[in-house]
C-alpha cells in the first residue's frame, strides 16, 4: 500500500500548476447542510418541544432560531411565539431570580407580544406576573388591573396550565388565579387565617385569667380558748358554795349580815358571772367562726372551681402562639422581601428558623398552674426570626402579647453577609435584681410571678452580634424548684448549629 501523502504532495505547490486540497471539515458541512435542510417550523416544534420537558437552554436557542427564520404569519402566532420565548427565558425561574438584563429581554418579548396583538391574554397575563413579582420584591405591591384580570379569565386553560407549570410566584395574585383555574383550590399554601371573633374573645378571656391570681384560700380566725372562761366560772361556784356553808354555820340571819361570807358570795358570784360570760362568748364567737369559715371555704372551691374552668390549656396556648408565631414569620419575610424559594436552596433549611422566648422584664410575668402542666407561661414573648438565604442573613426580632395575640410596634429588621457576624452563641446568666431594679453591668432584674413571690431565676440566652448591632433573645428561664418556660417549637440549638456551619462555610469560600 503506497502513502498518498508524498513529499511532492507536501511540497509548495508550482505557481503554474493548480492544486486541490481536502482539508475542510465535514462535520460542518454536515451540520449546515442538516441546518439548511430544516424549515421554520421544525425549529418551532423543537422549541416547543423542548419547553414542554423544561429544556430551557435548548428551548431557548430552538426559539432563537426559528425567530431569525420566521416566515410572514398571522400577528396572534408571532404573538404566541415571542409568548412563548419568554416563558423560556424564564427557566422554571421567578423573575426577581433574574438578573436585570434578563428581565429587560423578557420584558421586550412580552412588549414585542402585546404590539403584534394587542388582545394577546397570554403576553398580558405574563407580563402582569413578571411586574408583580418584582413590585412584591421592592415592597410595592399593586393589586391587578381590570385588564389583567380580563385577560387572566379570557386565557384559555392550555396556556394557563402552562404558566403554571412552568413557574411558579405565589406572591403573585395573578399566578394565584391561573393557579385556581388549574388545580381546584389552588396548590398556593394559604396564608395563617385569623382568629375567629368568637375564638378572640375566648383566648382574651382565658388568658387574662391564667395571668390573674387565683382566689385566696381562706383563713381561718383563731379559736378563742373557752378555757380562760371556765377557769372563773368553776372558781366563782366554789366561792359561791363556800359562802353558802358560812351562813349556814350562824344561827341568827341578822348576826351573818354582818359577817365576811355574804361578801365572799357576792365576789363568788361576779366570778362565776364572768366565766359565763367568757365561756359562753368564746363558745358562741367560735361557732360563727367556723360557720363563717365553712362559708368562706365553700366559696373559696366555687370560685376556684370557675377560675379554672376559665383556664386555657396546654394545647390551647401552645395553638394560639403557634398561630401568632406564623404570622409574625409572614410579617418578616414581607420585610426582608425574601421568598420562600431563595430559602429552599440552601441545603436542608427549608423553613425560618424561629427562636421564641420570654420577654425581657419587668413588663413581662411569668405564670404556673398544674391545669395548663408543667413550665412557666410569659405574658410577652420575643420572637426572633432567622431566613438563611444563599449568600445572606436576613434577622427579624418583635414582641407578642401572648394575652391578645397581637404584634407589639418594635420590631427590628437586619441583613447581614455570612463572613460578617462577629458572634453567634447560647449562654445563660442568673438573674438577682428584683423585678423593678434597673439593669447593672454586674447583675440584671428577675421576672415577676404571677402565682410567688420573687424567685431565683436563672436565664439562657441566645446573641448573635455583627459589627455595630447585637440580637439577644431569652430563650428560657428556670428557677430553683426545677420548672422553666418552654416552647416547644422554638429552635434555639439549631439555629446556632446552622448559623456557625454557614459561617465556617462562607469563610473556607473567601
Not at 394587542?118 to 381590570?146: K, N, Q, R, T
Not at 371556765?230 to 351562813?247: H, Q
Not at 405574658?379 to 444563599?390: E, I, L, N, P
Request: proline share 7%; net charge neutral.
Amino acid at each position: 500500500m503506497t502513502d498518498l501523502a508524498s513529499d511532492s504532495d507536501t511540497a509548495d505547490p508550482d505557481p503554474g500548476q493548480m492544486r486541490v486540497n481536502n482539508f475542510a471539515q465535514v462535520e460542518n458541512q454536515q451540520n449546515n447542510f442538516y441546518a439548511e435542510s430544516r424549515t421554520p417550523q421544525d425549529y418551532l416544534d423543537a422549541a416547543r418541544r423542548a419547553l414542554a420537558e423544561h429544556q430551557w437552554e435548548q428551548a431557548c436557542k430552538s426559539y432563537a432560531d426559528y425567530l431569525e427564520r420566521e416566515p410572514p404569519a398571522l400577528p396572534k402566532r408571532m404573538a404566541d411565539t415571542r409568548t412563548e420565548y419568554a416563558l423560556a427565558k424564564l427557566r422554571g425561574r421567578r423573575p426577581r431570580a433574574h438578573p436585570d438584563p434578563t428581565n429587560s429581554e423578557i420584558h421586550a418579548l412580552l412588549l414585542k407580544a402585546r404590539k403584534l396583538d394587542p388582545e394577546s391574554p397570554a403576553a398580558a397575563v405574563l407580563m402582569a406576573i413578571c411586574d408583580e413579582d418584582l413590585d412584591h420584591a421592592f415592597a410595592s405591591e399593586v393589586g391587578p388591573s381590570e385588564e389583567t384580570r380580563k385577560a387572566s379569565a379570557d386565557l384559555d386553560l392550555e396556556w394557563a396550565r402552562r404558566i403554571v407549570t412552568t413557574v411558579r410566584v405565589h406572591e403573585s395574585p395573578t399566578w394565584q388565579e391561573l393557579d385556581r383555574r388549574v388545580h381546584r383550590g389552588g396548590t398556593v399554601p394559604m396564608r395563617v387565617p385569623p382568629l375567629s371573633d368568637e375564638e378572640r374573645t375566648e383566648r382574651v378571656h382565658r388568658m387574662s385569667t391564667l395571668f390573674t391570681p387565683p382566689p385566696a384560700i381562706p383563713v381561718r380566725e383563731p379559736r378563742l380558748n373557752p378555757l380562760y372562761g371556765i377557769l372563773p366560772l368553776a372558781g366563782g361556784i366554789t366561792i359561791i358554795w363556800v359562802a353558802m356553808a358560812l351562813l349556814t354555820t350562824y344561827p341568827n340571819p341578822l348576826r351573818s349580815l354582818l359577817s365576811p361570807a355574804p361578801y365572799i358570795g357576792i365576789t363568788g358570784l361576779a366570778a362565776a358571772l364572768l366565766g359565763g360570760r367568757l365561756t359562753s362568748g368564746a363558745l358562741i364567737s367560735n361557732w360563727r367562726n367556723n360557720h363563717a369559715f365553712n362559708r368562706a371555704v365553700n366559696d373559696y372551691r366555687e370560685k376556684l372551681r370557675v377560675y379554672e374552668d376559665a383556664l386555657p390549656s396546654h394545647a390551647q396556648i401552645s395553638r394560639w402562639l403557634q398561630h401568632d408565631v406564623a404570622v409574625v414569620v409572614d410579617r418578616a419575610l414581607a420585610r426582608l422581601g425574601i421568598v420562600m424559594e431563595e430559602l429552599h436552596s440552601t441545603g436542608r433549611i427549608t423553613e425560618p428558623l424561629v427562636i421564641v422566648g420570654p420577654a425581657d422584664p419587668p413588663r413581662t410575668k411569668l405564670v404556673r398552674h398544674h391545669r395548663i402542666g408543667p413550665g412557666y407561661v410569659a405574658s410577652r414573648y420575643t420572637v426572633f426570626v432567622v431566613c438563611m438565604a444563599d449568600h445572606k442573613l436576613g434577622a427579624y426580632r418583635t414582641a407578642l402579647d401572648s394575652v391578645t395575640g397581637r404584634r407589639e410596634r418594635e420590631e427590628q429588621t437586619s441583613e447581614y453577609r455570612y463572613r460578617d457576624i462577629v458572634s453567634v452563641n447560647v449562654k445563660t446568666v442568673r438573674l438577682d435584681l428584683p423585678p423593678d431594679a434597673k439593669k447593672t453591668e454586674d447583675a440584671e432584674p428577675t421576672y415577676a410571678f404571677v402565682d410567688a413571690p420573687e424567685k431565683n431565676t436563672v436565664a439562657e440566652r441566645f446573641t448573635l452580634i455583627v459589627p455595630g448591632d447585637r440580637f439577644t433573645v431569652t430563650t428560657k428561664v428556670s428557677t430553683d424548684d426545677g420548672q422553666g418556660t418552654r416552647v416547644d417549637f422554638s429552635r434555639a440549638d439549631r439555629a446556632l448549629a446552622t448559623i456557625r456551619r454557614r459561617i465556617a462555610a462562607s469563610t473556607v469560600r473567601t
